[in-house]
Antibody
Framework: EVQLLESGGGLVQPGGSLRLSCEAS????????MSWVRQAPGKGLEWVSG????????WSSDSVKGRFTISRDNSKNTLYLQMNSLRAEDTALYYC????????????WGQGTLVTVSS | DIVMTQTPLSSPVTLGQPASISCRSS???????????LSWLQRRPGQPPRLLIY???NRFSGVPDRFSGSGTGTDFTLKISRVEAEDVGVYYC?????????FGQGTKLEIK
């Protein structure tokens, strides 16, 4: 059974940093690209960042480029999102999801971890 | 970036009646591998996004057959043949043909 479990969310002040983790199980982690998706209160789903299975390629949305860094440790089956220079508008529920590598793309999601940026 | 535009943004439906949501992309979603990576997801309060349909028309495991997807190129449709109470939520189209991945704005399905 595919499982994705996020952790690391919490309350942080503007300008602060946070690192999210997503532990994967039930599939060959190295085979799949992974993505982070967020949903701010009252807003729609927003793709944040993605990384391929070997970490050779990463992609990020313009809204987080230069502030957030996606990475993965295939030996630990874990995906990360390092978030620096956090802003109030980064407040959201953050999900990790399985991206390309086999059907179905975005078929599996974690339960989400809440990040609140506030003073 | 590929822009995904959904219509309508709100859809009041009577139980047992059909519902339809459209999604248009700003450019073709046909990937160089020949596949079209257009998906539909459902978002219910308190739950993570749930994949309903992938690659335009493939129902994901466990998804009732009242959900169907169709379309080609830049125009896609999600149809619910007979809406049930549990279908209330927000529906999103998603393109995974290119990076950055992009979602539609979401369509809120509610019961009249």
């Amino acid at each position: 059974e595919v499982q994705l479990l996020e952790s690391g969310g919490g309350l942080v002040q503007p300008g602060g940093s946070l690192r999210l983790s997503c532990e994967a199980s039930g599939f060959s982690f190295t085979t799949y690209a992974m993505s982070w998706v967020r949903q701010a209160p009252g807003k729609g789903l927003e793709w944040v960042s993605g990384i391929d299975g070997s970490s050779d390629n990463t992609w990020s949305s313009d809204s987080v480029k230069g502030r957030f860094t996606i990475s993965r440790d295939n030996s630990k089956n874990t995906l990360y999102l390092q978030m620096n220079s956090l802003r109030a508008e980064d407040t959201a529920l953050y999900y990790c999801a399985r991206d390309y590598g086999g059907d179905p793309i975005f078929g599996y999601w974690g339960q989400g971890t809440l990040v609140t940026v506030s003073s | 970036d590929i822009v995904m535009t959904q219509t309508p943004l709100s859809s009041p439906v009577t139980l047992g009646q059909p519902a339809s949501i459209s999604c248009r992309s700003s450019q073709s979603l046909v990937h160089s591998d020949g596949n079209t990576y257009l998906s539909w997801l459902q978002r219910r309060p308190g739950q993570p996004p749930r994949l309903l349909i992938y690659r335009i028309s493939n129902r994901f495991s466990g998804v009732p057959d009242r959900f169907s997807g169709s379309g080609t190129g830049t125009d896609f449709t999600l149809k619910i043949s007979r809406v049930e109470a549990e279908d209330v939520g927000v529906y999103y189209c998603l393109q995974a043909t290119d990076f950055p991945r992009t979602f539609g704005q979401g369509t809120k399905l509610e019961i009249k």
